[in-house]
């Protein structure tokens, strides 16, 4: 996360930024963190220009907070199996929500205290590997989780015979 410096050469101060994580509705498309301005806008623009939603928060331990920013008219857009699995993985399995991750879908972290969005937690990474999903972007943890069709098959053992 970067500040703006205070602003003395009567230029405006470049806004602060933050890393979010962007899940396409593509399955081709990569799902990565990307560094964007903290703003309605800068959001908006990354999930394709669309009007945002009202946003979903929830809560991971140890009591981190995240949003959940999805496209306002989600009619023409396609349906988003990856976010979908994120935010059932994260416990906001609501018919309501689950019924509009249609397009890109973006997650964030939330201040508690300001409101404003920060960094999206580690712990929102961290799931969304648990269910499969490969993150590109600056602040990867390494991966630690393969799903079950990636995980090595045991190697079969041969009974031994005894004679």
């Known amino acids: 996360m970067q500040t703006a410096a205070p602003d003395t050469s009567g230029t405006a101060s470049p806004r602060r930024t933050i ?16 560094t964007v301005a903290d703003s309605a806008r800068a959001i908006s623009d990354t999930l394709g220009g669309y009007l945002l939603d009202d946003s979903t928060i929830g809560s991971l331990p140890p009591g981190e907070l995240f949003t959940v920013y999805r496209a306002d ?19 906001l399995v609501g018919r309501r929500l689950q019924a509009r991750l249609r397009g890109p879908v973006l997650v964030a972290g939330l201040d508690p205290t300001t409101g ?24 990867v943890p390494p991966r630690r989780y393969l799903p079950t069709h990636e995980r090595s098959a ?8 005894m004679g």
Do not use: F, H, K
Not at 118 to 133: E, N
């Open 19 to 34: 890393r979010v994580l962007l899940v396409p509705a593509d399955a081709a498309g990569p799902v990565e963190v990307v």
């Open 116 to 139: 404003g969005d920060l960094d999206v937690p580690v712990g929102i990474l961290t799931a969304a590997q648990q269910v499969g999903l490969r993150i590109t972007g600056p602040g």
């Open 73 to 91: 008219d989600v009619s023409t857009l396609a349906d988003n199996p990856r976010a979908a699995a994120l935010v059932a993985r994260l416990g």
């Open 154 to 161: 045991p190697t079969p053992t041969t009974p031994s015979t």
